[in-house]
């Protein structure tokens, strides 16, 4: 069953046509236009999430969050609003981190986890296994998600290192009490494995 969504942000240039976040997302953190973008998409989720609700359907949202946004000192101001003003439960946020972002100031990144966990969002970290964690900050991160990457999860069933990372994380979430998500599994194979 859905139990929850991830929101996908995409430009449909008037010129260029669809264009995914690999296409603009650089741009906008490059110019800060990144912090509004996230705004923007913060709200909309929420704002679907409501409409979700409105319509029975109890969804959590996924939203990544860039480097500049996560340390933009307002999200934590922002966010709590925007739940109360779409009646939306905060564990239905889900906000996604990349380990390299954590890794990159861990006691700032430690800072603002706790602060976001304190809202009652869920956070989880994003494409994991790409980025060069620690541990030892990861056990101590307020997380509740590993999602893993999709470039072990392609491999699964074909290469016995990639089954072995895997297998190893599953394992890692497990003892540290944390859900998994596996990114792109689009088999019955890669699911079942």
Known sequence: RIVGVEALARWNHPRHG???????????EQTGLIVPLTRWVLAAAMRQCRAWQEQGYELSVAVNLSARSFLDTQLAVEI??????????????????????????????????????????????????????????LRRFPVSILKIDRSFVDGIADDPDDGEIVRAVVGMAEALGLA??????????????
């Not at 669809?18 to 906008?28: D, N, Q, R």
């Not at 998994?180 to 494995?193: H, K």
């Open 80 to 137: 709590p609003a925007l739940l109360e003003r779409y009646d939306v439960a905060p564990a239905r946020l889900e906000l996604e981190l990349t380990e390299s972002m954590l890794m990159h100031d861990p006691q700032r990144a430690q800072a603002t986890l706790e602060r976001l966990h304190r809202i009652g969002v869920t956070l989880a970290v994003d494409d994991f296994g790409t980025g060069y964690s620690s541990l030892a900050h």
């Open 18 to 28: 669809l264009l995914g976040p690999e296409e603009f997302v650089p741009i906008a």
């Open 180 to 193: 998994l998500v596996a990114e792109g599994v689009e088999t019955e194979q890669q699911r079942s494995l």
